[in-house]
């Protein structure tokens, strides 16, 4: 396995220890982690503020770190820009 790859790995079980809420790389609210979709999907709960009552799809590499919070590699605005509704 590829250092990437555990990178993910290790993401997703930190993801489930810890409070489940994202910030972007400048610091502001992008959404709430509802689920791991597969090893490279996160869905975001339709449930957030942010996400107008539908819930959205992101990628697995857009996660920087976490610690209480998911840190994502890229600005809210840039995030919520990319993001894919969830079906």
């Known amino acids: 396995m590829d250092a990437e790859r555990r990178k993910v790995t290790v ?14 790389r400048d610091g502001n609210h992008v959404g709430t982690v509802d689920h791991t979709e597969s090893a490279d ?13 539908k819930p959205h799809l992101i990628s697995a ?3 920087e770190y976490v610690d209480q919070k998911v840190h994502l590699n890229k600005p809210s605005t840039k995030a919520t ?5 969830a079906a």
């Open 11 to 24: 993401l997703f079980t930190d993801m489930r220890l810890y409070v489940l809420l994202r910030a972007g």
């Open 41 to 53: 999907r996160i869905v975001l709960t339709g449930d957030d503020p942010k996400a107008g009552g």
């Open 61 to 63: 590499e857009w996660v």
């Open 81 to 85: 820009s990319e993001w894919q509704a």
